[in-house]
Nanobody, 121 residues
Framework: QVQLVESGGGLVQAGGSLRLSCAAS????????MAWYRQAPGKQRELSAR???????NYADSVKGRFTISRDNAKNTVYLQMNSLKPEDTGVYYC???????????????WGQGTQVTVSS
């Protein structure tokens, strides 16, 4: 069983910063991709940023230049540094990871419980 615990959300004014963290624990052999998704009210969940096991990153166009995703493989933790926040960044942020629980297992997708980020104008 794999558990993800997120932290770092909150209320911030436009132009401010927040740093999200997501720590994975449990029976994990290897984590491949780690990612952050955002779900705005009434909308579908969408990818904000992702990072591979070797550190390659991808960002949604809406966050490029403002958000930075990073990971600490020794701690099985992924971070999202969010700068120059805008009201449209508001939503519930979910971390996700694609992991193997043993060496020749399939890769499974695991989700965190979500953390609320609210950016006021």
């Amino acid at each position: 069983q794999v558990q993800l615990v997120e932290s770092g959300g909150g209320l911030v004014q436009a132009g401010g910063s927040l740093r999200l963290s997501c720590a994975a624990s449990g029976s994990i052999f290897r984590i491949n991709v780690m990612a952050w998704y955002r779900q705005a009210p009434g909308k579908q969940r969408e990818l904000s940023a992702r990072i591979t096991s070797v550190g390659s990153t991808n960002y949604a166009d809406s966050v490029k230049g403002r958000f930075t995703i990073s990971r600490d493989n020794a701690k099985n933790t992924v971070y999202l540094q969010m700068n120059s926040l805008k009201p449209e960044d508001t939503g519930v942020y979910y971390c996700a990871l694609d992991a193997l629980i043993y060496s020749d297992s399939p890769t499974y997708r695991y989700w965190g419980q979500g953390t609320q980020v609210t950016v006021s104008s």
